[in-house]
């Protein structure tokens, strides 16, 4: 009996646990990086209630050398988290072209051997793959921005922190039931893209023979098909992914 292939949450899982060094680096940077983004506008009001109000000359150049060192921080994190994840991408998207073509050249016969097919797989595929550390990277820094913000309503005014803890969960329950539908588009996206490639390299392949029979036309229009296939895939995903972002 053949064992059951690997299916998209098994790769995802290997994907971040073979970078999960970069991805655990890159996440708490930008979680610092986002935790700093909130409290820019914390530090501005305390530098106009206590310095500029006051007018407290020390108190000023204190606050101001601390808000450089504020954004010090908010720069130099974003910078190291960003780079840590981008290894991981690509470091990832690399291995992942490589297990392609070792599959291609060792596991397949020639029969099943589509050379549009594999250079989709190894290029659109890898890099949808490896957008997991971007989500990652999105999800911890939002979530540390998040619990910041919330902390210091809480102190300041702890009727608008509850409204907001209880209601921030609640959006996010939302974008998360509508984010399933992108992940079923997207899987029929990079299918007919796969498709599409696979279709360009039997044409190319069989170039010579298809111009000596007269069969240009039935090549053309049976790509042009599987094109139109692909781009209205890739235009349902788009828009749902646009109607959760919005």
Same mark, same amino acid.
Request: positive net charge; without cysteine; glycine residues 4%.
């Given at each position: 009996m053949k064992a059951a292939e690997p299916g998209g949450?098994?790769?995802?899982?290997? @994907?971040?646990?073979?970078?999960?060094?970069r991805a655990v680096l890159g996440a708490?940077?930008?979680?610092?990086?986002?935790?700093? +983004?909130?409290?820019? &506008?914390i530090a501005i009001g305390l530098v106009i209630d206590?310095?500029?109000l006051p007018r407290d000359l020390r108190l000023l150049v204190i606050s101001l050398v601390s808000f450089g060192a504020l954004f010090f921080v908010l720069s130099g994190s974003y910078r190291i988290g960003s780079r840590a994840l981008n290894r991981a991408v690509n470091h990832e998207s690399h291995a992942l072209r490589v297990e392609v073509a070792s599959h291609a050249l060792t596991k397949m016969s @020639?029969?099943?051997?589509? &050379?549009? +097919?594999?250079?989709?797989?190894? @290029?659109?595929?890898a890099d949808s793959i490896t957008r997991i550390f971007g989500q990652l990277g999105t999800g911890v820094s939002a979530l540390a921005g998040f619990a910041g913000a919330a902390i210091f309503l809480l102190?300041?005014?702890?009727l608008v922190g509850l409204i907001v803890l209880i209601i921030a969960p609640i959006i996010s329950g939302i974008v998360a039931v509508s984010s399933r539908g992108i992940s079923q588009r997207s899987s029929t996206q990079q299918a007919t893209l796969a498709t599409a490639g696979a279709q360009v390299g039997d044409t190319m392949l069989g170039l010579r023979v298809i111009k000596a029979i007269g069969g240009e036309r039935w090549a053309s229009s049976a790509y042009h098909q599987a094109s139109q296939e692909s781009a209205k895939a890739a235009i349902n995903t788009a828009a749902a992914t646009g109607k959760v972002a919005g």
């Open positions: 949450s098994f790769i995802l899982r290997r @994907t971040v646990k073979r970078q999960w060094k708490l940077f930008l979680g610092l990086w986002q935790l700093s +983004e909130a409290l820019v &506008p206590h310095a500029v @020639t029969k099943d051997l589509v &050379p549009g +097919e594999v250079m989709s797989r190894s @290029t659109a595929d102190f300041s005014d702890w």
